[in-house]
């Protein structure tokens, strides 16, 4: 088949319909002379010994001329019409060695335009269309909107001159940008992660809407309601000073949640007893760390979803997964699995300025983890030399409430002890 | 094609010596319920109640029954859609049967599966897939771990006249015989497989086939219940005596459709006439009749169980959508499949074993 | 800990496994006497004897149909199809009995199939294949894809221990060209992606033999820093760490070795779409090979499984953008 870019006339001949059939009998014309084909598409009928059948056309283009009329029979082989065809490669046909020529070069790319039939790798010639019609990359816009940056004002040295992330992220980092608003990614608006306690029936008031509870906040009420019947529930505080998170937190874009669950990770690893299930008489301390979450559905109530193998994640990794889970969380598709197993809890309101609550335990786990707000304070700080001094910090009060019927005090401060210690000086 | 029956006074001689009177009318029972039980569930599907399709094994009552009543406890067995005897010999709830035929949440699969293709791993049993004869291939594996472990216990697989011509056939009656193991093939040769006669599926006597893959062929009158039972419980012997497997045809007749959509029409009526007299519950019931025993009112008996269980399966709730998508993979421990129940007598005393 | 090649690391698993575990039971074609026609097994057949490293007939379905049935017995069968491509005998059994048991009746199927995969040596169209996207798309199945000597051990026992049908893809061209250090007794790799080597300009996706094609072909690449993510399993797929890649390096691009269409690169390059949407400064590149069987000469076979070259040229193409 020839690649030349003028036109080509390919032969359309009487086939063989059985190895013993040496002629054919022209039937009838599915096509005339200047009417296009396609390639496959039926052209002729004929009729051997055989079998009758349709001869379907081996190219696309324009009938050329018919050679062969109505009734005449002639030898197997015989040129019964051509097709002109207007050809410079591909046409339809994709013939194997078309395609192989197009293999041992350039890597799979997007060609505008022609749909490759049959076998394909890379479709040869041509890399990206130029910068898209209708803007920039989702991470530049991002990047832009985050920081406030002008993109008209902005040199691209991408392909065709397009602004790639590292040419938005140079702005950036040479202080002409404005400072990052939230230093998150900008998306649907998230209601922060909080707690709940235990619904109390307010009487209904003049002029206000009274009806029962929905399923989900009935059956909150009853796990809240059975925790606090069966755990002998004592809580315990300790102040952490945030400063080392905040600044590692920032350029890696992650929250100071999933700091806290790293350290809290750090610690449950240390101290085995508060990774712990109690059920009746049964107590079962784990070796892997399956963290729940607390995640808000708004008005409908509460869900925990659970971070399996969490003792396997760093930070970045435990952001991603929260967000991914919290996501999934609000928009009802967790699966049953992603909701079992946790051997342990955090629980993080979010910064409205609460700064200390009394959580319940999520049964059977023997104890749960409660973040509230991190505040300036003024602290005393103590100097190398032993010097004192006062300095402004942020800090947070971490809250655990535990079960005294499997851990005591001295477990629970230790174990308060040493998220801290995680988080003040390893925050990794 | 020539088929070669057991003797009559063979089969009759090697059961009464086994059987005790109660087991005989067990095997009745479990005929009885599977037939009610069938019948039942046929009116609930020409009322719409049965999703899908619906197969029923009338006339065929007694190669299920006889078999799975010869398997002890601890074998296994690999039950196919027109088996339902086995189900019930094996301790599986009538409610929960029809259950599964509703596509209920308290059916055997929970809707997860339809019609017949069930099977209660606690009581031994695999449910089948839809490729056949594949179960073959799985109570061969079975087997081939008994004999491994050198465990005294066999497996069972029912197949199709049809199913034979699939590799899975050859590939399971040459693994067993080249392994020599304790599995029990059951062939139902019940004449037709949907449509298609025996004639397009066998050029040889299938029964022949055993001998080419090494190992024991045995033709039963598969509507005679005591004579199925009997065949069975002798294959067994040969399996746990280290003999290898048997393969055991069992000729019967299948007297409704390939499944409730089809009338078939394609079955001459003179034969559909000449196994009418051969039916394997009037054949038993005829039996019993003639020692005494109150058939009619095992009937009632039979038929009030029935109608007890399809309330309760009628009451059952359909599956939680929200669960359509769980239980793909097992998240615990694998359980192996459990015991059983078998109710013939000779399980209960050494001495009928022999 | 011991420097081993992959092989010996799948074979001193093997031996581990039948040593500590005596439902463990090895199934398939000359692989007793023979020790294998890899010879993973050699010497098997002394230490653990015939019952226990048996030597089938030929017969693919009857290899999986019989290890399930097995299974469900208790026993933990390790099958054997001597090539992967002859996993195509078995699928009925695979998929249908194997994988939808579960499900449908609660039955676990602890099977392990060992699946020898992949081209590059002149094996042809019938030796050279990588079906795991076959299973992929068959639920109730999981699918493993090690690429290194500590991963294929490591991912071996996870497989053994794991409850549900698991095939196993051993990459032939890794056998004996690969080596690295390998811990002694029993443990698990969890089935999860690794980084092979961290970048933040772009990240390569690969799996199997692909892992270190792509790292040789961006070892230097014009200075870029390249991360190379190797996703070892393959179902589950870790979603997590995919997603987190992308977040950071912004531009993708999935390495196949197996035919193009629906391979296992082109449902990573689905959830990317979805769901890195946000992060990607680039569109997301497939490099596979062509639908094709796998051709027997070299010139040919070398034309279309991906070469060190055709992922350099693709990750420079996509670094340009």
């Known amino acids: 088949m020839s690649s030349s870019t003028t036109e080509t006339l390919v032969d359309v001949t009487m086939p063989q319909m059985g190895v013993s059939v040496a002629e054919g009998t022209l039937v009838q014309w599915r096509k005339q002379v200047g009417e296009p084909v396609q390639a496959q598409e039926t052209i002729c009928e004929i009729s051997t010994d055989k079998i009758d059948t349709e001869v379907p056309a081996p190219a696309s283009g324009v009938l050329a001329e018919i050679l062969v009329g109505v009734e005449s029979t002639v030898d197997v082989g015989t040129v019964l019409a051509r097709i002109a065809t207007e050809t410079s490669g591909n046409l339809g046909t994709e013939s194997a060695s078309e395609s192989a020529a197009g293999l041992a070069g350039a890597p799979a790319a997007r060609q505008a335009g022609t749909p490759a039939a049959g076998p394909q790798a890379s479709n040869g010639a041509g890399g990206y269309p130029s910068a898209p019609a209708r803007g920039h990359s989702p991470v530049v816009r991002r990047i832009a909107a985050q920081h406030e940056i002008d993109l008209s004002q902005v040199t691209g040295t991408g392909r065709g001159g397009r602004i790639r992330k590292q040419d938005a992220l140079a702005l950036v980092e040479s202080g002409e940008a404005a400072e990052p608003t939230g230093g998150q990614r900008p998306e649907r608006p998230e209601p922060p992660l909080h707690s709940e306690s235990p619904y109390r029936p307010e009487p209904p008031t003049a002029g206000g809407q009274s009806g029962p509870l929905s399923r989900m906040r009935r059956q909150i009420g009853e796990h809240m309601k059975r925790s606090l019947d069966t755990a002998a529930h004592c809580t315990t505080w300790i102040e952490v000073d945030m400063s080392r998170v905040e600044a590692a937190r920032a350029p890696l874009g992650v929250t100071a949640l999933a700091f806290v669950a790293r350290a809290t990770i750090a610690a449950l690893r240390e101290h085995r007893p508060v990774n712990a299930w109690l059920e009746g008489e049964r107590y079962t301390r784990h070796d892997a760390v399956n963290l729940g979450i607390a995640v808000s559905l708004g008005e409908d109530g509460l869900i925990v979803p659970v971070l399996h193998d969490a003792h396997e994640l760093s930070v970045e990794g435990i952001a991603v997964r929260i967000k991914d889970l919290a996501g999934r969380a609000r928009a009802r598709e967790l699966t049953a699995e992603e909701v079992r197993g946790a051997t342990f809890t955090i629980t993080n309101p979010g910064q409205y300025g609460s700064i200390m609550a009394t959580p319940i335990i999520n049964q059977p786990q023997v104890a749960i983890l409660d973040f509230e707000a991190t505040v300036k304070r003024a602290v005393v700080v103590t100097d190398g030399e032993g010097n004192d001094a006062i300095a402004i910090r942020p800090i947070t009060i971490l809250g655990l409430s535990w079960d005294h019927r499997a851990l005591d005090g001295g477990v629970a401060a230790q174990f308060l002890a040493s998220v801290k210690r995680q988080l003040e000086t390893n925050h990794r | ?354 | 800990m011991a420097t081993m090649t992959y092989l010996q690391a799948i074979s001193a698993a093997l031996r581990e496994e039948l040593r500590a575990d005596p439902r463990v039971l090895m199934m398939g074609e000359d692989i007793g006497d023979f020790g294998g026609a890899f010879k993973v097994t050699d010497g098997f057949i002394e230490e653990f004897g015939a019952d226990r490293v048996m030597d089938t007939p030929l017969a693919e379905s009857g290899i999986i149909g019989t290890a399930i049935g097995a299974a469900v017995v208790g026993m933990r069968p390790v099958c054997e199809m001597q090539f992967s491509d002859f996993i195509a005998c078995g699928f009925d059994q695979l998929v249908n009995v194997a994988g939808k048991m579960h499900y449908r009746q609660g039955l676990a199927v602890p099977i392990t199939i060992r699946l020898p995969s992949g081209g590059g040596f002149s094996g042809g169209p019938f030796h050279s294949q990588n079906p795991e996207a076959w299973f992929m798309q068959s639920p109730g199945i999981k699918v493993l894809a090690p690429s290194t000597a500590h991963d294929a051990k490591g991912l071996m026992h996870a497989a053994i221990h794991d409850p549900n049908p698991v095939c196993f893809m051993e990459h032939k061209h890794l056998y004996r060209r690969i080596k690295g250090d390998v811990p002694e007794g029993i443990f698990e790799t969890p089935m999860t992606a690794r980084i092979a080597r961290p970048g933040s300009d772009l990240v390569v996706i690969a799996y199997g033999a692909m892992v270190h094609v792509a790292l040789e072909a961006t070892a230097d690449l014009d200075g870029a820093s390249v991360e190379v993510l190797d996703l070892r399993s393959l179902v589950p797929l870790d979603r997590a760490a995919i997603l987190d890649s992308v977040a950071r390096c912004s531009k993708v691009v999935i390495l196949d070795e197996a035919n193009m269409t629906c391979a296992a690169g082109a449902q990573v390059a689905a959830l990317i779409a979805e769901y890195g949407f946000e992060d990607l400064d680039g569109p997301v590149v497939r490099i596979a090979t062509p639908d094709v069987p796998i051709p027997f000469s070299p010139p040919l076979e070398q034309a279309t499984l991906p070469s060190v070259e055709r992922v350099r040229e693709g990750c420079r193409e996509l670094l340009d953008y």
Request: glycine share 10%.
């Open chain 2, 1 to 354: 094609m020539a088929t070669h029956t057991a003797p009559a006074s063979e089969a009759d001689v090697g059961a009464a010596r086994h059987l005790q009177l109660d087991d005989r009318i067990w095997l009745l029972r479990a005929m009885l319920m599977m037939r009610g039980i069938e019948a039942r569930a046929m009116n609930l599907y020409r009322q719409g109640k049965v999703p899908g399709s619906f197969y029923d094994g009338f006339g065929q009552e007694a190669v299920s029954a006889g078999g799975a009543f010869a398997m002890a406890p601890e074998d296994r067995l690999c039950i196919l859609h027109r088996d339902l005897a086995a189900h019930l010999i094996r301790g599986v709830d009538p409610a929960r049967i029809i259950a599964q035929y509703l596509g209920r949440a308290t059916g055997l699969t929970a809707g997860r599966d339809g019609n017949v293709h069930f099977g209660d791993r606690r009581l031994g049993c695999v449910g089948m897939v839809s490729m056949l004869p594949d179960m073959m291939l799985v109570a061969t594996g079975m087997a081939m771990a008994f004999k491994l472990r050198d465990e005294p216990r066999c497996a069972l697989a029912w197949f199709g006249d049809g199913s034979t011509s699939r590799g899975d056939f050859h590939e399971a009656m040459n693994w067993a015989g080249v392994q020599r193991l304790p599995v029990v093939f059951v062939l139902e040769n019940n004449q037709y497989a949907y449509s298609t006669p025996l004639a397009k599926q066998f050029a040889v006597d299938p029964i022949q086939r055993a001998a080419a893959y090494g190992f024991v062929g045995v033709t039963v009158d598969g509507n005679d219940v005591e004579a199925m039972f009997e065949a069975t419980r002798a294959a067994r012997q040969r399996a746990l005596a280290g003999e290898g497997p048997t393969l055991i045809e069992a000729m019967t007749m299948r007297m409704h459709g390939h499944a409730a959509h089809d009338d078939m029409k394609y079955v001459p009526t003179e034969q559909v006439e000449e196994w009418r007299k051969r039916d394997p519950i009037e054949r038993q019931e005829t039996r019993l009749r003639s020692v005494g025993v109150d058939v009619d009112a095992l009937r009632a008996a039979v038929q009030a169980e029935i109608d007890a269980a399809t309330e309760v399966a009628l009451a059952a709730p359909m599956p939680d959508p929200a669960t359509a998508v769980d239980g793909v993979f097992c998240e615990g421990e694998a359980e192996p499949l459990g015991d059983g129940q078998a109710p013939w007598s000779g399980f209960a005393s050494p001495r009928a074993d022999a």
